[in-house]
């Protein structure tokens, strides 16, 4: 990453709320608030026109919901990356978010520090959960599990990043455990997610879970 701000579009149908995270985040100087929108519909067109880094996106919206708003930010703009901030904390929603691509989901109870540190980590690849919600994400993925014919081929470093993945480490932590660069994780990460077929980390993280690698001993 580089020292410059990340590029952050904030969704809420409240000015106020958007007042104050603006605020925030060009306060702490490490985020940029590039645009602001009102509705889902407005948050995909400014961020095709925009192209932040990160939407901060909440869920219940005029017009078209958040989660469809991620729907479609994340087909046409995979880059950006979709991190919820929602009151809600109710199961369908916090599903309906990730299923639908988004790479946290983080409570409005949430701390400014805990926003910040979140937008920075979705930004280098984690997948960001409030601790409260993160079990219950984990707990669908393997509630959906069903055995998968044959075994990838994986390389045998690939497979451990791939169980690493799995116990929710994040690209650094995965990197210090195994004594390799943070690139050199995200290198790893995307040839495995080109040799399973899969677009996204969320994705690569159930397919672990069907396979039961975050049970297995580090």
């Known amino acids: 990453m580089t020292d410059e701000p990340i590029k952050v579009l904030v969704v809420d149908d ?12 060009e306060g702490s100087g490490a985020a940029e608030v590039v645009g602001e929108a009102s509705d889902g ?5 400014l961020t095709l026109e925009l192209m932040p880094d990160v939407v901060l996106m909440d869920l219940q919206l005029p ?34 978010a990730v299923k639908s691509g988004a790479s946290g989901y983080l409570l409005k109870s949430s701390t400014s520090q805990e926003v910040r540190d979140a937008i ?22 393997r509630r959906i599990a069903r055995d998968d014919p044959g075994e990838p081929g994986l390389s045998e470093r690939e497979n451990e990043v791939l169980k690493l993945v799995a116990k929710g480490y994040s690209y650094k932590e995965i990197g210090e455990k195994l004594f390799i660069s ?10 495995i997610l080109t040799k399973l077929q899969l677009k996204r980390r969320y994705e690569l993280m159930r397919y672990a879970i069907q396979k039961g690698l975050d049970r297995l001993p580090e």
């Open 14 to 25: 409240h000015p106020v709320w958007r007042d104050g995270i603006k605020s925030d985040l």
């Open 63 to 96: 017009n078209l919901s958040g989660a469809e708003a991620t729907r479609l930010i994340v087909d046409e703009a995979p880059h950006v990356k979709v991190l919820v901030l929602s009151a809600s904390a109710e199961e369908a929603d916090v599903l309906e």
């Open 120 to 141: 920075g980590r979705v930004v280098a690849g984690d997948a960001v959960f409030t601790p409260s919600l993160a079990g219950l994400v984990l707990g669908e993925f």
């Open 182 to 191: 943070t690139k050199t994780v995200q290198n790893h990460v995307q040839n």
């Open 41 to 45: 519909g407005e948050a995909v067109e």
